[in-house]
C-alpha cells in the first residue's frame, strides 16, 4: 500500500459511477489527459460490459491516436505543450498489462479497478445520505516493485485523488451536476449518447455503460420503466 486519499463529494453516489462508465468526458473535461495524450476519444479503445451490464470496462491504448487534425478542434489539446518535470510520463511498460496504457473497472455499485500507466489504485464510494459520498482512493504497487518502480507509481499517483492534475475536475462536475437536479426534482434525463441499446463497442463516443448501469438498477429496485 502507497497510500491513501479521500474525499467528501456533495451528490448522489451513482454520479461518480456514471462517471467512471463515461468514456468521452475525459477529452472534454480533463485537459490534462488530452494535452499529454493519455487519453483521448482517437485512442484505440474498447468498451466492456459483463452480461448483465452492471459491471463494465473503459479500456484505452496510449500511442495508437489518430494525427494532431484529428484533434484540432480541441481547444485544450496542445500540441506544443510540454511538461518542466517529465517523470510525470515517464511510462515503463509492464506485462501485466496486455496492450491497454489506461484501464477502468467500475464493479457495481461501489468499487473502481484503476490501472493508467503505472499508477494502480482502487476507488470506494462510500454513501453518506442522500446527497453525499465519501471518495476512498487507495494507491498501491507490487511487492516486487523496484524503488524506482515505487517512486514512479507515486509520481504518476499525483494525476489522481482529491487534487489530482485529472481527477479533482470530477468532483466539482458532480457537485455541480447535483445542484442542477435538485432544482428540478420532477424532471428525467436521457442518455441517447451512441443511440438506446446496450452493447460492447470499439470506440468511446457512446453511454451504452451507463445505460448498462441503469438497466441493471432498474431490475435491481424493481421498478418500471
Not at 13 to 37: A, C, R, S
Not at 98 to 113: D, H, K, L, R, Y
Not at 161 to 172: L, T
Request: aromatic fraction near 10%; hydrophobic fraction near 35%.
Amino acid at each position: 500500500i502507497l497510500g491513501y486519499n479521500r474525499q467528501r463529494i456533495p451528490g448522489n453516489w451513482k454520479l461518480m459511477q456514471e462517471n467512471i462508465k463515461d468514456p468521452y468526458h475525459p477529452g472534454l473535461l480533463h485537459t490534462w489527459f488530452v494535452t499529454f495524450g493519455l487519453w483521448r476519444a482517437d485512442n484505440k479503445a474498447a468498451l466492456k460490459m459483463d452480461a448483465q451490464h452492471r459491471h463494465a470496462a473503459m479500456i484505452s491504448t496510449r500511442g495508437n491516436a489518430g494525427k494532431q487534425s484529428d484533434v484540432s478542434q480541441v481547444s485544450s489539446f496542445k500540441s506544443s505543450m510540454e511538461l518542466e518535470d517529465k517523470r510525470f510520463l515517464d511510462i515503463v511498460h509492464e506485462d501485466w498489462w496486455g496492450e491497454p496504457t489506461a484501464v477502468m473497472t467500475t464493479i457495481f455499485p461501489s468499487v473502481i479497478f484503476q490501472q493508467q500507466v503505472n499508477s494502480v489504485s482502487t476507488r470506494h464510494i462510500q454513501p453518506d445520505g442522500h446527497g453525499n459520498f465519501d471518495f476512498v482512493w487507495t494507491h498501491f504497487g507490487f511487492a516486487d516493485d523496484t524503488p524506482e518502480m515505487t517512486a514512479r507509481r507515486l509520481r504518476q499517483a499525483n494525476l489522481f485523488g482529491p487534487a489530482g492534475f485529472v481527477s479533482a475536475d470530477d468532483g466539482e462536475a458532480i457537485e455541480l451536476s447535483q445542484c442542477g437536479f435538485t432544482q428540478k426534482t420532477d424532471h428525467r434525463a436521457l442518455a441517447l449518447l451512441g443511440g438506446r441499446g446496450v452493447e460492447e463497442t470499439d470506440h468511446m463516443v457512446t453511454e451504452t455503460l451507463i445505460r448498462g448501469m441503469y438497466e441493471y438498477w432498474r431490475k435491481v429496485m424493481e421498478t418500471k420503466t
